[in-house]
T-cell receptor, first 112, second 115 residues
Framework: GESVGLHLPTLSVQEGDNSIINCAYSNSASDYFIWYKQESGKGPQFIIDIRSNMDKRQGQRVTVLLNKTVKHLSLQIAATQPGDSAVYFCAEGSGGYNKLIFGAGTRLAVHP | GAGVSQTPSNKVTEKGKYVELRCDPISGHTALYWYRQSLGQGPEFLIYFQGTGAADDSGLPNDRFFAVRPEGSVSTLKIQRTERGDSAVYLC?????????????FGSGTRLTVV
């Protein structure tokens, strides 16, 4: 089937390098942010989240940074692997967290 | 089941026809969400259910779209008089409950093509 990332900006990195994917969010009232990974033909998969009372959160090989002043979110992936190749979306939520607003997405291409 | 199941995985229909898209959430999950993803874009919220009731349907684009969840488990998204602009991947997600502590699990989606 068609790739979900056909018309998205692409970040190309070498295997083993660190990757940084950026996102500008829209709603200053948003207080919960999530990064998702989406592979072709699959639904979004949760990577890491952060609440607005934090500015940094770390997971396994991933770090999310939040800058509320400029409404900016970033995802850092350490030692990028070919299996990290996918489209990455940031999403923001507020209130009841029953409705997420997704960003446009970035395609990450990892080259051996 | 182990994950959220959506059927069919692909659906091609003619303009003007009626279609139904099915979502089987994870067993025991009370919250169910529908999103629509157009090519090259992020998912957009359509509707969510808490149990059997549609708690928020503000994302449904017009009255041709309707969703039900009669027994609080399986949900069906129904589209009447389909238009070419309805072509997209329709994603379903479920969570144990609504709230920040209960993450979504997405299905793989139904790719709808209206010709």
């Amino acid at each position: 089937g068609e790739s979900v990332g056909l018309h998205l900006p692409t970040l190309s990195v070498q295997e083993g390098d660190n990757s940084i994917i950026n996102c500008a969010y829209s709603n200053s009232a948003s207080d919960y942010f999530i990064w998702y990974k989406q592979e072709s033909g699959k639904g979004p998969q949760f990577i890491i989240d952060i609440r607005s009372n934090m500015d940094k959160r770390q997971g396994q090989r991933v770090t999310v940074l939040l800058n509320k002043t400029v409404k900016h979110l970033s995802l850092q992936i350490a030692a990028t692997q070919p299996g990290d190749s996918a489209v990455y979306f940031c999403a923001e939520g507020s209130g009841g967290y029953n409705k997420l607003i997704f960003g446009a997405g970035t395609r990450l291409a990892v080259h051996p | 089941g182990a994950g959220v199941s959506q059927t069919p995985s692909n659906k091609v229909t003619e303009k003007g026809k009626y279609v139904e898209l099915r979502c089987d959430p994870i067993s025991g999950h009370t919250a169910l969400y529908w999103y629509r993803q157009s090519l090259g874009q992020g998912p957009e919220f359509l509707i969510y259910f808490q149990g059997t009731g549609a708690a928020d349907d503000s994302g449904l684009p017009n009255d041709r779209f309707f969703a039900v969840r009669p027994e609080g488990s399986v949900s069906t998204l129904k589209i009447q008089r389909t238009e070419r602009g309805d072509s997209a991947v329709y994603l379903c997600a479920s969570s144990l409950q609504v709230g920040i502590d209960y993450g979504y699990t997405f299905g793989s989606g139904t790719r709808l093509t209206v010709v």
